[in-house]
């Protein structure tokens, strides 16, 4: 079965630090943009952070730049989000999804939720992460 294992959400005061990870099972990511989102009401998605396949080319909304970064290892299979100075406001339900290389060519149209929804092929079941004094 190809899925996504989200990993490393919790609680934490404002000013701190998470660090989310993404498994994938069933398929290898190098071939996959892959990308964070945070879940919005009435099943709608915003992305946070996307990467490319193979080099590696970041792409970020401008809330988080500077203090969130994305990376992979391709070796691992594993995606992760490392999120740093956290504000109430990153509060959410964060979900990796993946979406191919050869389909999906512009990392910031996929972090812009620009394609249809279908052409991102498999989606985590989401970490939770609450930033709260």
């Known amino acids: 079965q190809m899925q996504f294992v989200e990993s490393g959400g919790g609680l934490v005061q404002p000013g701190g630090s998470l660090r989310l990870s993404c498994v994938a099972s069933?398929?290898?990511?190098?071939?996959?943009?892959i990308g964070w989102f945070r879940q919005l009401p009435g099943n709608k998605y915003e992305g946070v952070s996307c990467i490319t396949d193979r080099d590696a080319t970041t792409y970020y909304k401008d809330s988080v730049k500077g203090r969130f970064s994305i990376s992979r290892d391709n070796a691992k299979n594993t995606v992760y989000l490392q999120m740093n100075d956290l504000k109430p406001e990153d509060t959410g339900i964060y979900l990796c999804?993946?979406?191919?290389?050869?389909?999906?060519?512009?990392?910031?149209?996929?972090?812009?939720?620009?394609?249809?929804?279908?052409?991102?092929?498999?989606w985590g079941q989401g970490a939770q992460v609450t930033v709260s004094s």
């Open positions: 999804a993946s979406a191919l290389h050869t389909r999906v060519t512009s990392i910031q149209r996929m972090c812009q939720m620009m394609y249809p929804l279908y052409e991102y092929d498999y």
């Open positions: 069933g398929f290898t990511l190098d071939l996959y943009n």
